[in-house]
C-alpha cells in the first residue's frame, strides 16, 4: 500500500511539475505541455486530457518556459532577424553624383548597424567641381545622418529586407560648412556702372530631415536618392551657396537639401 501511495504521488507530482509555460505578451500565462511549434502557431495540450490539442498564435507569445529549464523567446517579425543578412554586405562608399555640377565632389561612407538601422557620413570638397557660379568657391562640408529603414505597413511570417540597406527611409542630418569664395559687389552712379571683387569667408550649419529611398543591385551596386528640408543658416546675401546644402540667412533659417547617390558595398 505505502508502494501504491509513493507511485501515485511521483505521478501527480510529474503532472504538476513537468508542465510547460507558455507566457503570453499580455503576461497571461499558460501551464500546458507544448507539443509543437510551428511556422504560425503554439501547439499545445493539457495533461488531463492529452487528446486535445490547442493552439496559439505565435505573435501573441513572448516566451515558452519548458519544464527542462530551456526557454525559447519568440521574435516579433522577421525583419529584426540579422540571420537573414549574414551573407550580405553592410558597408557603403558612395559619391553623390550631381554635387560637381555645384562646384563640389562630395564622398560617402554609410554602415548598417541592425536590420532597419544605419548610420552615413558624408565629406564634400567645396572647389572640386564646375564653377558654375564664378565665384572661385573652396573649403568643405561634412554630414552626419542616422538613418530608419521604413518597414511594411503589415506583416506576414518570414518576411524580411531583400537587402540590409535597401529601401525607403527616413534620416535626420546634422551638416556644417566652410567656404570662401568671390562676392562681387555692383554700383550704378550718375549712370555710371562698376563692379568690385572680395573674398567672402561663409560658415553655415543645417539640423535636416531627410526622406530618401535606395536601391541595392546584385549585393553590390547602389543608387540613393533622397530630398531634405529643416533648419539652417549660412546664406550671403548676394550668392546662393548650393555646396552640400542650401540655407537661408539670419531673418529666415531654412534649409534644403537633395542629391543622387551611387556607390558601392563590401
Known sequence: MKVLTIFLFAIISFSVFGQDKIIKKTGAVIEAKVSEIAVDEVKYYYSENPKLVFGIDKVLVEKIEFS????????????????????QNKHALKINFLSPLMGSSEFVYEQSIKPGRSWETAVGIIGLGFDTQDNNAGGVYGKFAYKFIKDPDFYMQRMHYSHILKGAYFA??????????????????????????????????????????????????LIDSFFGLGYGIGGSEYETLNYGFIAGEGDLPIAVTAGLRIGWLF
Do not use: C, H
Not at 68 to 87: H, L
Not at 190 to 205: A, D, Q, V
Open 68 to 87: 527542462t529549464g530551456e526557454v525559447i523567446v519568440m521574435e516579433d517579425n522577421s525583419f529584426k532577424n540579422p540571420e537573414y543578412y549574414v551573407k
Open 172 to 221: 535626420p542630418e546634422l551638416a556644417l560648412r566652410y567656404v570662401k569664395f568671390d562676392s562681387y559687389n555692383y554700383y550704378y552712379s550718375n549712370y555710371n556702372y562698376s563692379e568690385s571683387k572680395e573674398r567672402e569667408i561663409g560658415f553655415g550649419i543645417a539640423v535636416l530631415l531627410k526622406f530618401g529611398k535606395q536601391w541595392v543591385l546584385d549585393d553590390s551596386f
